[in-house]
């Protein structure tokens, strides 16, 4: 299509289809200097897609070029389309973040190592009938096919895994053989079967003879975090972080800048470190002690349970699609029915999802953590403890009008307190600060911090 000229206002960025994790504010700036000095760049690339009725054109290749164009405030930029027409972007969008991510891997700031393998995992984990070959994706992110595999090899062996990597899970999370047969379909002696021929022996037997973790689960068809769970059986805590490669953080502040593939649905947008709850669980539960999350999210406490040993139950309210291990509650109408030992739970933060059709207000979240302190305070033994972590927000782009400042976790405090619990530590696990650039940049140029702390409070009751 013959290049034409639209409006900056009018090209909007769509998470899903741009590669990059956030914009570098260098490459802005001297595109910026650039433009004023009178420079013109090439058109950028955009396409217009159809999206629950409205239609709209995002943004391929060129994100830096228009950020320069909004800041010295020019309405108009050259582009070039895809394809001429519109395309759904439910039923294209991988296309198109593969298009997004070779443009970008072509010219001007490249992408980075970790955002081509974002895009590759994203790819393959919505991708699990194989269209998008490793070799299509390597072409597209300049990268080679081994590197790809590499890449996705536990994605793809997790896709290929047997019907039993469930009841295999489920039997190792502490789930009984009634719940496990209500989730798999199958009758109790069938799941008893199946559960009673699980062999660790074989699984140890073949990483001595030198397989790899991710060998041995392609050759018995169970999901990498799995065969990490049924390797590590029987070892202690220490063995159990060393044979992970996770430090054991003896100070209290817990700082990492990625999530431990093995914990959390990759796909699942907000994922947390599994490192912190890996951490927690060794320093506040023992092996063998009931955990909950009745905010499961992507299942990243369920899976850190697995891997340390412990039993655990996840619930949400809205359970993600992905994990047949999280069951449906609303944390504002009870505690399930049983007792843990422990509680872990990373509260969704109000702006970011929708909690129920309507969304939630900042006074239906506070609601949430009110209830979510005395349901708590009510299913714990005494003495027993839960892990909030939480943040706080003052990024302007996520308050209401008016709002300079949400202090949740002083919120979180007067709940808990209230509540009657007690407070026993108080550990700062800050947001990474790469992935913070793409907010951060408007709270400088207003002259506002970027507020990046998280705090994980234990409370004891």
């Given amino acids: 299509m013959i290049d034409t000229q639209m409006q900056c206002s009018k090209i909007q960025f769509e998470e899903r289809v741009y590669p990059r994790r956030h914009k570098d504010s260098k490459t802005i700036s001297a595109y910026v200097q650039s433009l004023e000095a009178g420079a013109e760049f090439p058109p950028i690339l955009i396409q217009r897609v159809i999206n629950d009725g409205a239609q709209y054109a995002i943004v391929l290749d060129g994100a830096h070029r ?15 389309y895809y394809k001429d027409e519109a395309l759904d972007l439910n039923d294209n969008w991988i296309e198109l973040r593969l298009v997004s991510a070779q443009a970008n891997s072509h010219h001007g700031l490249r992408g980075s190592n970790e955002d081509n393998k974002e895009t590759a995992r994203i790819i393959a984990e919505n991708d699990p009938k194989k269209k998008y070959t490793e070799s299509m994706v390597a072409k597209s992110l ?8 590499n890449w996705i090899y536990d994605i793809r062996a997790r896709q290929s895994a047997s019907r039993n990597n469930l009841i295999y899970r489920l039997n190792g999370l502490g789930w009984t053989q009634e719940e496990i047969a209500n989730i798999d ?40 975090t799995l065969t990490w769970a049924l390797a590590l059986e029987g070892k202690t805590d220490e063995e159990r972080m060393e044979s992970l490669g996770e430090d054991i953080r003896k100070f209290t502040v817990w700082n990492y800048s990625d999530a431990n593939d093995l914990m959390g649905h990759s796909a699942f947008h907000g994922r947390m470190p599994g490192q912190i709850t890996l951490n927690t669980l060794y320093w506040f539960t023992k092996p063998g002690d009931l955990v909950i999350d009745p905010m499961s999210g992507s299942g990243t406490t369920i899976d850190a349970c697995l891997l340390m040993g412990r039993k655990c139950y996840g619930y949400d309210k809205n359970p993600f699609k992905e994990r ?12 399930p029915n049983k007792k843990p030992d422990f509680i872990f739970v990373n509260p969704p933060y109000w702006t970011m999802i929708d909690y129920n059709d309507e969304g939630i207000s900042i006074e239906d979240f506070y609601h949430l953590l009110d209830c979510l302190a005395k349901e708590s305070y009510e299913a714990l ?23 300079n ?8 405090r007067e709940y808990f307190l209230k509540a009657g619990f007690e407070k026993e530590w108080s550990i700062q696990c800050p947001m990474p600060t790469q992935g913070a650039n793409r907010w951060a940049q408007k709270e400088w140029d207003n002259h506002r911090l970027a507020e990046i702390t998280r705090e994980l409070t234990i409370w004891k009751k």
């Fill in 66 to 80: 228009i950020e320069a164009y909004r800041e010295i405030k020019r309405k108009d930029i050259a582009v070039r």
């Fill in 142 to 149: 300049g990268v080679t096919q081994p590197t790809v595999h």
């Fill in 185 to 224: 379909g199958r009758n109790q002696p069938a799941i008893a079967g199946i559960i009673k021929n699980i062999n660790y022996d074989k699984i140890d037997n073949s990483l001595k003879a030198g397989k790899s973790i991710e060998e041995v689960a392609a050759f018995e068809g169970l999901d990498l």
């Fill in 324 to 335: 047949q291990d999280i069951l449906k509650n609303d944390i504002t109408q009870g505690f």
């Fill in 381 to 403: 033994p005494e003495k027993g403890r839960i892990a909030v972590l939480m943040g706080n927000q003052s990024a302007q782009s996520f308050l209401p009008e008016g709002v």
């Fill in 405 to 412: 400042r949400l202090d949740h976790v002083d919120k979180e």
